[in-house]
């Protein structure tokens, strides 16, 4: 009886610390979400930014080499922009999709190992994201020289590097804000690691019998590993089992009878 109660309190506290987990999970989830769907809108822009942007040839440059050197680097950019946004679409798409098979169909205790895995692919995840956004703003300003009179070029390229510059201490502005020791997270893996039901493991039958040998008062030997009984006959008889002496075992009903 005490054992059934110990597991149901055990899968209760397992039920709900599963369902507290499922918070971060869905925290997680939905932040990939989030970044996925702006990915996709960047990478939109580039696309429409490589395909629409038509720079002026390189007849009206006094220098030839100039508008190939900005060229070269405004597709390199804008390339590297689109890859870097195409995947971070592909790695929230993956990590939603398994993450949420493995934490709902999964093994027991998946919601924590799913839960786990997010929290570690996030860091991948939004640095991808970043690069694509800063490449992006790159490739805004290389645009604006090729495309622009140098007087146009130069404010434009100052309000694109103030942005960035902005961006970039926002950043670390908001990060230092909401920053906090990871040691001092709630952690429930605690929970997970309950005893299953099928690993319990009953008193052994052994230890039963020398039990009621004791009861009997019947010698029984500590250590070794042959018997702990004196002979066969006691073993037999606590068993519920007495030897015959025509070397027959008989049961408990033989043995009154014989008595």
């Known amino acids: ?128 994201f970043g690069y694509g956004l800063v490449l992006t703003l ?19 390229c100052l309000i694109s590097l103030c942005t960035l510059h902005n961006m970039r201490s926002t950043y670390y502005r908001i990060v230092k804000k909401f920053d906090f020791d990871e040691a001092m997270t709630v952690d429930l893996s605690d929970f997970f690691h309950f005893t299953s039901p099928a690993a319990i493991q009953g008193v052994p039958m052994r230890r039963i019998l020398e039990e009621g040998a004791r009861g009997l008062g019947i010698h029984v030997a500590r250590g070794g590993d042959k018997s702990s009984f004196d002979t066969d006959e006691e073993e037999a008889f606590v068993r519920g089992r007495q030897v015959s002496p025509n070397g027959n075992h008989l049961n408990g009903v033989e043995r009154f009878m014989t008595v």
């Open 1 to 128: 009886m005490l054992a059934a109660d110990k597991l149901q309190l055990q899968s209760s506290l397992k039920q709900q610390a599963t369902a507290l987990k499922e918070k971060e999970f869905n925290l997680h989830h939905n932040n990939f979400m989030t970044v996925g769907t702006q990915a996709a809108v960047l990478a939109g822009l580039d696309v429409t930014m490589f395909i629409e942007f038509q720079p002026p040839p390189n007849s009206e440059w006094s220098i030839i080499l100039l508008p190939r050197i900005l060229k070269f680097a405004y597709y390199v950019c804008i390339t590297s922009a689109f890859c870097s946004n195409i995947l971070v679409v592909a790695q929230t798409t993956i990590l939603s999709v398994l993450g949420a098979s493995l934490a709902l169909r999964g093994p027991d205790g998946s919601m924590m190992t799913a839960t786990d895995r997010l929290y570690h692919e996030r860091a991948i995840v939004f640095r991808n």
């Open 138 to 156: 790159a490739s805004v300003v290389l645009c604006v020289w090729l495309h622009l009179h140098w007087e146009a070029s130069l404010v434009c």
